[in-house]
């Protein structure tokens, strides 16, 4: 049993990543690889800066804020890094979220490696998945995600057998999945998937950028610049012939 968790960082007051005000914890460690990573410290599964919680602990932080969050419509966000890694300590924090009345968002890039009790304890206390589609073509999700695309599609399609509840992001990155093609793919992909609410389109940006050179890495998007909103207008057009409502 999974007893404790390691958590990159806090944020106490996020307004994106899920409805209303959320409480984020950002869990340490991810298997992927993405070039634009603007959390490149969170890769490693521990690090000098981590902080190691029990859940009684972070229960005890997140319900200094349940007033202002439950005033907003709002909850706590499981993000990171990638929360999958440490599904067995989330999923008991978020019982005790629901339990207090709080809303619980898992936001995921799906890389789902067990399929088990644990993973459906969680997702039966998860209100809404937000679930990272980087790109549906598996040589070029390779190349711009450093894995193969095939566990994240696994994911998608066990959560719309399960009929749960997601929001799909798409980091609309020039180059890489801001072509038509990217779009219809992942048009088709979600259009049968009744449990699909919306897409989020995501500009890429280039913060986060400075902590590649921390670790020695070289950043391969340097230049590459945000894409402009007729390209967010177009995918969305792309997506809403497939049925699917997209934002940004
Ligand atoms: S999934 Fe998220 S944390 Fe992991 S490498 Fe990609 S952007 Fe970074």
Same mark, same amino acid.
């Given at each position: 049993?999974?007893?404790?968790?390691?958590?990159?960082?806090?944020?106490?007051?996020?307004?994106?990543?899920?409805?209303?005000?959320?409480?984020?914890?950002?869990?340490?460690?991810?298997?992927?690889?993405?070039?634009?990573?603007?959390?490149?410290?969170?890769?490693?599964?521990?690090?000098?800066?981590?902080?190691?919680?029990?859940?009684?602990?972070?229960?005890?932080?997140?319900?200094?804020?349940?007033?202002?969050?439950?005033?907003?419509?709002?909850?706590?966000?499981?993000?990171?890094?990638?929360?999958?890694?440490?599904?067995?300590?989330?999923?008991?924090?978020?019982?005790?979220?629901?339990?207090?009345?709080?809303?619980?968002?898992?936001?995921?890039?799906?890389?789902?490696?067990?399929?088990?009790?644990?993973?459906?304890?969680?997702? @039966?206390? /998860?209100?809404?998945?937000?679930?990272? &589609?980087?790109?549906?073509?598996?040589?070029?999700?390779?190349? =711009? $995600?450093? #894995?193969?695309? @095939?566990? /994240?599609?696994?994911?998608?399609?066990? &959560?719309?057998?399960?009929?749960?509840?997601?929001?799909?992001? =798409? $980091?609309? #990155?020039?180059?890489?999945?801001?072509?038509?093609?990217?779009?219809? &793919?992942?048009?088709?992909?979600?259009?049968?998937?009744?449990?699909?609410?919306? #897409?989020?389109?995501?500009?890429?940006?280039?913060?986060?950028?400075?902590?590649?050179?921390?670790?020695?890495?070289?950043?391969?998007?340097?230049?590459?610049?945000?894409?402009?909103?007729?390209?967010?207008?177009?995918?969305?057009?792309?997506?809403?012939?497939?049925?699917?409502?997209?934002?940004?």
């Amino acid at each position: 049993m999974q007893t404790e968790g390691i958590l990159h960082s806090i944020e106490t007051c996020g307004a994106v990543d899920g409805p209303g005000l959320r409480y984020i914890a950002f869990f340490q460690g991810c298997l992927m690889r993405c070039l634009y990573c603007h959390n490149r410290d969170s890769w490693p599964l521990q690090s000098d800066t981590s902080q190691i919680v029990t859940v009684a602990e972070l229960m005890k932080e997140v319900m200094s804020y349940r007033f202002y969050l439950k005033a907003s419509g709002g909850g706590v966000t499981a993000s990171g890094g990638e929360p999958l890694l440490q599904y067995e300590f989330i999923g008991q924090w978020f019982a005790q979220c629901r339990a207090a009345g709080l809303n619980t968002c898992l936001d995921t890039n799906g890389y789902a490696r067990f399929y088990d009790e644990k993973l459906d304890y969680l997702l @039966d206390h /998860t209100d809404l998945v937000m679930l990272d &589609l980087k790109q549906i073509d598996p040589q070029r999700h390779k190349a =711009l $995600v450093g #894995v193969h695309v @095939d566990k /994240t599609l696994k994911f998608a399609q066990y &959560l719309a057998e399960r009929k749960q509840s997601v929001r799909v992001r =798409l $980091v609309v #990155v020039p180059g890489y999945t801001d072509d038509d093609a990217t779009a219809h &793919l992942l048009g088709e992909f979600i259009a049968p998937m009744e449990n699909v609410l919306e #897409v989020e389109l995501l500009p890429y940006h280039e913060l986060g950028a400075h902590k590649w050179a921390l670790f020695g890495d070289t950043y391969k998007l340097q230049g590459v610049l945000p894409p402009p909103a007729e390209t967010l207008q177009r995918i969305q057009g792309i997506l809403a012939q497939y049925g699917k409502k997209a934002f940004f």
